[in-house]
Structures are given as structure tokens and as C-alpha cells.
């Protein structure tokens, strides 16, 4: 199992940006796809951002394409979420997710079974 843990939510103003990091223990994540996903209230969780064991391939739902950047560092043993342009709509908690190789590069939370506790990120208008 990886354990997972968030940081770098807040409280920005529509237009702000944050970066979010998640930071992996207890096994390295290079033999992991790692995912972004975020759940407002009262909605399902939903996919943000993927990006393969290798950071060769990133996939980004559309809401977030050209605001967004997913990245990772292996030897950091992290994942991280630039956030930019921020719109009220983005208000959600954040989680990392880290998904075996074998599954594919998903967009399905099925397809991740370690995730962290998650970060809020609140944006106001």
C-alpha cells in the first residue's frame, strides 16, 4: 500500500492559483499511475488529472485543460497540481490517487485503490 497525503489547499480568489503536492510513503510510486480527483458537496467524485509511472503521458478532464498541469517526481516520491485561473467552480476537496500500472491510465476511481485524505481548495468570486 501507498499512503498518501495532501497539502497546499485554501482560499484563493477566482483567477488565483494554488499548487497542490501530494506526498507518497511506504512504497515509491514509480510503479504507480497517479490521479487527481476532486468532490464538492453534495456531488460525486470526479477525475481532475492522470498521469502515467513514467510522466510521459498526462490526461486532464476538459474542464481543467490549459489551466491545469500535472506532474510527478519519482525520485521525490510526489505528485503535484498546478492550479491556475481558478473559477468558483473548481471549489472542491482535492485527492491524490495512486493506481497500478496494470489498470491503465483511468479516469474511473475504481481503477485507484490507495487515495489520501484529501486537501479543500475553495475558490470565491
Known amino acids: 500500500q501507498v499512503q498518501l497525503v495532501e497539502t497546499g489547499g485554501g482560499l484563493v480568489q477566482a483567477g488565483g492559483s494554488l499548487s497542490l503536492s501530494c506526498a507518497a510513503s511506504?512504497?515509491?510510486?514509480?510503479?504507480?499511475?497517479m490521479a487527481w480527483f476532486r468532490q464538492a458537496i453534495g456531488k460525486d467524485r470526479e477525475f481532475v488529472a492522470a498521469?502515467?509511472?513514467?510522466?510521459?503521458?498526462?490526461y486532464y478532464v476538459d474542464s481543467v485543460k490549459g489551466r491545469c498541469t500535472i506532474s510527478r517526481d519519482n525520485l521525490e516520491n510526489a505528485v503535484y497540481l498546478q492550479m491556475n485561473r481558478l473559477r468558483p467552480e473548481d471549489t472542491a476537496v482535492y485527492f491524490c490517487?495512486?493506481?497500478?500500472?496494470?489498470?491503465?491510465?483511468?479516469?474511473?476511481?475504481?481503477?485507484?485503490?490507495?487515495w489520501g485524505q484529501g486537501t479543500q481548495v475553495t475558490v470565491s468570486s
Open positions: 490517487a495512486a493506481g497500478p500500472i496494470r489498470a491503465g491510465l483511468s479516469v474511473a476511481t475504481k481503477q485507484y485503490d490507495n
Open positions: 511506504g512504497r515509491t510510486i514509480s510503479g504507480y499511475h
Open positions: 498521469i502515467d509511472e513514467s510522466g510521459g503521458r498526462t
